[in-house]
């Protein structure tokens, strides 16, 4: 025991020595503390037993100043990270709001750039092409008289850089009676030389508008519109012949009109050469009647290289839009026909005072695309028995331009 006091003694001595010659501390405040700590660390040193105390006093002081350094350091550290939270330097924000003035002036530039490509689109778009017409009235035989002469300078249409045009002629608001100019085959300046009438009487003619419309012909699927004229005939003087060119404006395609459907079963022998055709019935017949009915009835052609070989027609269902025929035409035409043969169907709305108008057309066989080859096809594919399928009627003019047009 003695000895352990006497070590504490010595301990206390020099500690007292140390403190001498260190520098005074910067606050009391400080001093005090480290004091304490002091105090505290070398009365809890005496109290440990001698061969638990294996470092030199030297160590011991320095493991002090270490920690004391760290916890002055971390201190420093939360205090500038309190006191400068959320203020960026003077550069930074300079140098960012740089590059977001940078930014919107760059997106603006590009769009003035997008605005002027696309003003230029449009000008490019708005060239269709011009067409070439006359108009003349027979005031004798109270017919107006429209020439389809040529068109220049069309829009090309197809991949090729070229178009296949025809001109489609109706009147505005009664659009019963169309007509249709021959397809001219790849030809961007085409030559039609074509008339066509419209009777009606010139007192009536002041509130109607005469409608040329330029088409872009496509056997596997709709025709494109090229461009249109519309001439309202009260703002013409048609006391002499009128011939002119006009440039076409881009017009939007006539809404296909729902004219129908049709089922029809076709049966083809090959050993007796016998092809045998059902009319079984129709639905959503278009009203052609003021009544809000039609009298439909169907009219079977048979053609073999452009040529009607037969036709035949059903009887007439008065007052109905869904008529139900179920008859039967049989037709003798041997097998090295068949491949080239084309059957036409058109529903037609009896008229007892006029001429019957159409309401719809449908075909099928050779050149035929669609559902009109698929039917053909099924039936060349199961010989002697009936083949039946459903076909939307399609516009008279449309399909009579697909006949007209030479098969690829």
Not at 164 to 170: E, L, W
Not at 177 to 199: C, Y
């Amino acid at each position: 025991m003695r000895l352990v006091s006497e070590a504490g003694g010595r301990l206390r001595r020099a500690a007292e020595e140390e403190e001498k010659e260190r520098p005074a501390a910067p606050s009391h405040h400080s001093n005090h503390q480290f004091s304490s700590m002091k105090s505290k660390f070398f009365n809890e040193l005496t109290h440990l037993p001698n061969h638990k105390l294996k470092m030199p006093m030297w160590a011991v002081g320095a493991i002090v100043f270490v920690v004391l350094a760290l916890v002055a350091s971390m201190g420093f550290c939360l205090y500038r990270k309190c006191c400068n939270k959320g203020k960026k330097p003077k550069k930074v924000r300079e140098r960012k709001g740089g590059r977001g003035r940078r930014k919107k002036d760059k997106e603006g530039e590009d769009g003035e750039d997008k605005k002027g490509e696309d003003g230029k689109e449009d000008e490019e778009k708005e060239n269709f092409g011009k067409l070439e017409y006359s108009l003349d009235y027979n005031f004798n035989d109270n017919q107006l008289i429209v020439g389809i002469l040529q068109a220049q300078d069309l829009a090309a249409m197809d991949l090729g850089g070229t178009s296949d045009p025809y001109v489609k002629v109706y009147m505005l608001p009664d659009k019963k009676k169309k007509f249709e100019t021959k397809v001219q085959r790849k030809n961007l300046s085409p030559v039609f030389n074509e008339t066509f009438s419209f009777k009606i009487p010139y007192s009536e003619l002041g509130g109607q508008t005469l409608v040329l419309q330029v088409f872009d012909f496509d056997r596997f699927g709709k025709h494109d519109v090229i461009g249109e004229i519309k001439i309202p005939m009260n703002s013409i003087d048609l006391a002499q012949p009128i011939q002119e060119w006009k440039d076409l404006v881009g017009g939007e395609k006539e809404e296909q009109e729902k004219l129908g459907d049709i089922c029809i079963s076709l049966r083809y022998v090959p050993t007796a050469g016998k092809l045998t055709i059902n009319i079984m019935e129709a639905k959503n017949l278009k009203k052609m009647d003021v009544g809000g009915l039609s009298d439909p009835f169907v009219k079977v052609v048979l053609q073999h290289n452009g040529k009607r070989l037969k036709k035949k027609k059903t009887s007439v269902k008065q007052n109905t839009l869904n008529p139900y025929f179920n008859e039967s035409f049989s037709f003798e035409i041997p097998f090295s026909q068949i491949q080239k043969l084309q059957v036409v169907i058109t529903v037609y709305d009896y008229d007892k005072l006029g001429s019957n108008d159409a309401i719809g057309k449908c075909w099928m066989g050779y050149g035929a695309s669609g559902v009109g080859l698929r039917h053909w096809s099924d039936m060349l594919a199961n010989p002697r028995r009936p083949v039946a399928q459903w076909h939307t009627l399609q516009p008279e003019e449309e399909v009579d331009a697909a006949l007209k047009a030479p098969i690829r």
